[in-house]
């Protein structure tokens, strides 16, 4: 039993070391979108960080965090203009997994323009905030 798991240790840091690389390199992508943020630019991102409204469930219970995407309806060398997903959730991996799908059929709030400054945008990042970013146009 002892030399089995000696035997798989090398093969176990392998895959280790090919995922944190993969995640090191998903980062850089992340962070060189947001330094020149486009048009069209979707964050999953913690929703009520930035925005002014409370997010509820279907049984109208309110989510707190609420986790949901940020869709980029304007862009300059200030900052960007952005709109929220209409429904939210209470788990990133959610937000994450609207982000990599197909979002023709998520629907968007044009009530709320929420402006979030370039440095701000970076700080929202590293703070965990906006944690996954997609340019639907570059796929």
Known sequence: MTRRLIRLLPALFV???????????RGDADRALLDAPAVGDLYAAQLSAF?????????RVPIDPAHG???????????????????ASSE?????????????????????????????????????LIYAVRRPSAD
């Open 92 to 128: 990133k991996a959610t937000a994450r997994s609207d982000l990599r799908g197909d979002v023709s059929a998520i629907e968007f709030d044009d009530s709320e323009r929420i402006e979030i400054a370039k440095a701000d945008l970076h700080k929202a990042y590293e703070d965990g």
């Open 51 to 59: 925005s002014e409204y409370e997010f509820n469930d279907d049984s």
């Open 15 to 25: 895959l280790s070391g090919a995922l944190l690389l993969s995640a090191c390199q």
């Open 69 to 87: 995407l940020l869709k980029v309806v304007a862009a300059d060398a200030d900052g960007v203009i952005v709109i929220t997903e209409n429904t």
